[in-house]
């Protein structure tokens, strides 16, 4: 499984551990779905259009060794009103639209969305990393 936090964070948190700067904390936490998987840089392709929203996520596991820490709570994305796509990957961003991309990761098992399917991830099922 590969993923990562994005560049802007790791820079943050840097300076946070540094002493250099304070790390905000952030109100929201959103999801975003991926058919193209980002990087560290950010990019991929987002999902757009038929329905396709960002949801919110603020609730995850306390980091366990190594660095990995998953989704705490069931995860519901809005139901498609046309095929999405095969998604690949998710990444999570401060904002529901723009925003700064915080880090992303490949999904265990690809999954191809089409019209009318509701997208759903259940608790333990996004695994984000530090390494």
């Known amino acids: 499984m590969s993923g990562s936090f994005g560049n802007t964070l790791e820079d943050q948190i840097l300076d946070h551990v540094l002493k250099v700067a304070p790390l905000a904390v952030d109100t929201n936490l959103y999801l975003a779905l991926y058919t193209v998987a980002p990087t560290d840089a950010g990019g991929g392709t987002e999902l757009s259009g038929d329905a396709y929203v960002r949801v919110v996520c603020n609730s995850w596991s306390p980091s366990v060794a190594g660095g990995l820490s998953a989704n705490a709570i069931e995860v519901l994305f809005p139901e ?29 098992v690809n999954r191809t969305i089409l019209d009318k399917d509701s997208v759903r991830f259940n608790i333990g099922e996004l695994i984000v990393t530090l390494d």
């Open 80 to 108: 498609a009103t046309a095929d999405w796509g095969t998604v690949v990957a998710f990444a999570v961003w401060n904002a529901l639209t723009g925003g700064t991309f915080k880090m992303w990761a490949d999904l265990t």
